[in-house]
Each structure stands twice: as structure tokens, then as C-alpha cells.
């Protein structure tokens, strides 16, 4: 099994914890520490050595923050983790704040007494967040204090080590362009820009430059790295070799300078010292790589991570491979799906239900020559009331009996070779109350409206979010996190720099992959969301019309539970998408399934639907 569900939270550890933490404030010379969900490498996923958060405050959510003063700890999450940071963190010992709408430095800015010194550790920040702090501090007098080391490492006696997982070479027939063609492209990009060198610190980056995956962060394959691209000269890349097997260090050794991380700080200062000018993307590099790259005199620029949008607009190899991911995944949920309303709700619990989906994903990724490599994040089971509750995820301890008459919110995704996929369906264990099937339909109406979507160029995430939120608002409800997220091509599952929110100003291009997941959540009742992957479709024209426009062809391919919908809340439109769609799904599923009582459940899931 990829997903574990032993319970990871214990709140009554928090005190402790933040008691030993504060122990070291005088001798560090600090007043209050933050401690964020990071690791030296600013990704969302992060290796078990780096959950300091998490072994702090019980808090297992993937972002959030804790600042802890001498007298106060809070712990900053968002609307997506509200109801999971109450249940997993002692409200004695924490405080509990909005990450977006009430930040640290905002937080700080209010509330802190005058002449706070605030320590941080300058590798789990990017320079974007630190210049926000020294703001807020300014206006109370404070001070911020960049810290050696990191404090929770001093108290935490049990941290795991850094990881040492085996790289792997990504095949040319899904990565769609050499890796020596990628950074030459990249090269004339900082000539185009007159810059001398760029410091590449993301390793999803690294992976999709250098065509290299690795397993160092759980559900992400990557391997934890980094690269300095000079304009004119060989490539330098900071990799344990101990990952490395003989093929994949020939292979790089072709495309750059293998080095160990531990010269990576000594191959900063050594760049500082000898060239002019050095593009940094502040929002994804550690600000300690900005300071030591200042102190040692380079003239730091301030870019977008250069492989961020290449990375993004999928070429089409990629968008093969995905499509290819999404006909395996697709045969396996709708396997999965048949098994789970072919049983008594009551004999299965929301652990059984992931392990069972995991298997199948397993089973069908062997039958068809694409192993599941991993799953693209642990599976969201959540039966009833914890549906509810929208990044749950289920432990020893929360794990619930399945209960007839409920939903059931399975949020999940695998990790092939050939592609990332994540899926989200909403599936009925029996008879379902007509309220919940009213919320059910005006989710599917947001999710269709936004596949129905047809855009100029220019259109950003934010000019298309409220498509999937009007048929909701008109009922006086909304959900509290984005409509979607970017997705990597066997990556990242949470990929930008595109996602379709109320804040997302980056413009659609073809080939960009984004989920589309409007949802709605009653605290304590129930939960709804619905998911397909999408990706954008070059200009096409339209009949009558003036402007070629572009629009989403959908990735996902299983069927929307048809015992959930309420036809007639919903337009003719919506209805031929729908019935187009399934007609879609079943089609091309046929002939990856050859269990003949699923195919039979998915041509009668599959019917068309009319309203009434």
C-alpha cells in the first residue's frame, strides 16, 4: 500500500513540544519562532524530516503555519483544512487563524508587542513571504532574526533522515523533448533576459528539466535537487549520488556538473562572486539563497521560474500520456465504483474503501503495461459528516463505518509513467435525502458550465471561476477553496502557475491541465464535490462567429452518479453535455474492461438522461 493510515495527530503532544521549543528563545536571542509547513525546498509535499509543523501541533493539513511567542502560539491554516485543524490541535495550547485572509506578518502587524524579535529559519521561506514580515515588524519596532539553525530540530529527538530514494530517466516518449533541448531553450530564454545564470530551486522543475523523476517526497516524483544554468556553460546540479545508478549518472553527467548538495551553498557564493547578474524566482527559492547570493555581490533579479510555464503547457506527448493515464485510472474507478455499490454499506468502513480503490488502480495499471508507480496524493474517503470536512483524511481513528442512505466523497488519484490523474466523484450508498441531491445537481451545473466553456485568448482563472459558482450562489451557498489546480505530467498533482480561482491572473494556454472541482460542504452533515482534469484545446473557430476561441477537452473518463442528479434543475445544454460525455466514457472504457458485470453496471450508469 502507498497510503498508511496510522493516526499522525496527537494533540495532547503539542504542550510539551512548544514548551521545549520555547526553552531555547533566550539563548537564540528570539521572542517568537515561526514554524511553516516547508522544507528547505518549498514544495507542497514535503519528506517526513521536514514535518515540523506537523510533529509540533498535531496539524497534518499540507499548508499552514504556526507562529509560537513565549505567550501564545497560533497556528494559520485556510478554508480548506478549517474544521481538520480544530480536530487535530489542542485549542488550549493554539489559537487558530485564516492563512489567507489573516497571514502571519498581518497577524504580527496587529497583535505582537512592540519590539518583536522574530526568528526564522531563512531556507523555509521564500524572500516574497520574508519581505512581508520585516514590513509587518518595522511597524511595531521589531526585529527579524535569521536563525543558524532550526530550532525544532534541537528539540525533535526522534527526526527522521533525509531520504536517498533511486532517480529514475523519464522515457522521451512521455517527456516529448530531449532534456539537452529543454535547457538549451532555457539558456537563450536568460540571453533573451541578459541575464548571466538562473538558480533553479524547485526539484519538480529539476525532474522536468533534466527528464529526471525520483520518490525522495511521498506521492511526488521527485528527487530533492537543485541547478544553477549558466547562460554560456555546462549546467550544475546538486544531487546525492547515492540515488543515482550507473545509467542515470552517465546520463546526467551528458547535461551538467553533478555535485553534492552539501556544496550548494559554496557554489552560491562562488556564482555571486564571478558573474554580473543572476535571476531568482522569490516565491519558490528558500530566501537564504538570496542572501547568500547578495552577500557574495551577484546582482539578483527577481523572475518567474523559468521552467514554470514550459512546464505547464503540456507539448503533445504529455497530453497523450495523460489521456492514456485517464483511460487506465478510468477502467479501474469505474471497477472500483461498481464493487463499492454492489455491497452493504455497512460492512465496509472509509479505510477498506481506499485500500480497495489503491488495489484496483494497481491491478489495471499492471493489466495494461503502465504499473501505478504511486498514488498522486492520499485518498480523501470521507463517508457522511466527515465529507464535509474538504482535505479529511481518514486515520485508524476517524475511520467510520459506511452508513446506508449517505454519500460517500472519494477524492483521489494515481501516478503512472505515463500520466498524473486526480478524480473526484460523490457517490450514493442507497436512498439520499432530496436536499442533498438539490446540492449534488447545482454542483454538476458548475462543473458542466465550466467544461462548456469556450474563451479568447487572454482569459485568465479568474475570468472563469464564477462559471462554476453561479448555480450555487443563486441558492445562497459557496465553497471555501479554489475551482482548480494545475497538474503535472507524472509530477505534481498541485502544479501552477494556471488554476481556476477567484485570484488566478495567469492566461490559459493550450495544452495547460487543470482539474475542475467545484464542490459544497455542510459542517457535520454531509459533503459534495465533483472532479474531472481538463486541458485547453488550441483556438477553434465557431459557427457564425468572428473569433476563434479556445476551450477544455476533458481528460476524466468515469461516469457522474446518475442517483445523485436532479435533471430538472438543470438546462438542456448541461443535460447533452452530460449524456455526450457518458456516451464518451463508455465507449472508450469498453475495451479496457473486461469484467462483464462492471461493463454491464457502466452502460446502464451511462444511459442518457432527460428531465423530467
Known sequence: MFQQFATLSRPETAKPRVNALRQLFDELEIDAVLVPKSDEYLGEYIPPYAERLAWLTSFTGSAGSALILKDKAVIFTDGRYTSQVAK???????????????????WIKANASKGLRLGIDPWLLPSASVEKLEEALKSIDGKLVILKDNPVDAVWEDQPTTPLEPVSIQPDKFSGKLAKVKISELQAGLKDDKDDATVIADPTAIAWLFNIRGNDVMHTPVALSRAIILADGTPQIFIDKRKLDMEVEAYLNQLADLNPPSEFESALKELGEQTKTVSIDSNTASHAISMILKDSGANLIDRTDPVLLPRAIKNAAEIDGSILAHKIDGAAMVSFIYWLKSQ????????????????????????????????????????????????????????????????????????????TTDITRTISLGGVPE???????????????????????????????????????????????????????????????????????????????????????RDGGFGIRIENLIYVHEPRDIELGETAMMGFETLTLCPIDQDLILPELMTDEQINWLNTYHANVRDVLTTYIDDEAALSWLNAQTKPIRAN
Open 344 to 419: 452493504t454499506p455497512e460492512t465496509l468502513d472509509e479505510i477498506s474503501v481506499a485500500k480497495k480503490l489503491e488495489a484496483t488502480r494497481a491491478e489495471y495499471g499492471a493489466k495494461h503495461q503502465n504499473p501505478l508507480k504511486d498514488i498522486s496524493f492520499d485518498t480523501i474517503s470521507g463517508s457522511g459528516p466527515h465529507a464535509a470536512i474538504i482535505h479529511y483524511r481518514v486515520d485508524e481513528d476517524s475511520n467510520r463505518k459506511l452508513q446506508s442512505g449517505e454519500m460517500i466523497l472519494v477524492d483521489s488519484g494515481g501516478q503512472y509513467e505515463c500520466g
Open 435 to 521: 436536499e442533498q441531491k438539490k446540492y449534488f445537481t447545482l454542483v454538476l451545473k458548475g462543473m458542466i458550465d465550466i467544461s462548456l466553456l469556450r474563451f479568447p485568448k487572454g482569459t485568465r482563472g479568474v475570468d472563469i471561476d464564477a462559471f462554476a459558482r453561479a448555480a450555487l450562489w443563486k441558492h445562497g451557498v459557496d465553497y471555501a477553496h479554489g475551482t482548480g489546480h494545475g497538474v503535472g505530467s507524472y509530477l505534481a498533482v498541485h502544479e501552477g502557475p494556471q488554476n481556476i480561482s477567484k485570484r488566478s491572473m495567469v492566461e490559459y494556454q493550450p495544452g495547460m491541465i487543470v482539474s475542475n472541482e467545484p464542490g459544497y460542504y
Open 88 to 106: 487535530q490541535s489542542d485549542a488550549n495550547v493554539f489559537d487558530f487563524e485564516d492563512l489567507v485572509s489573516n497571514p502571519p506578518s498581518k
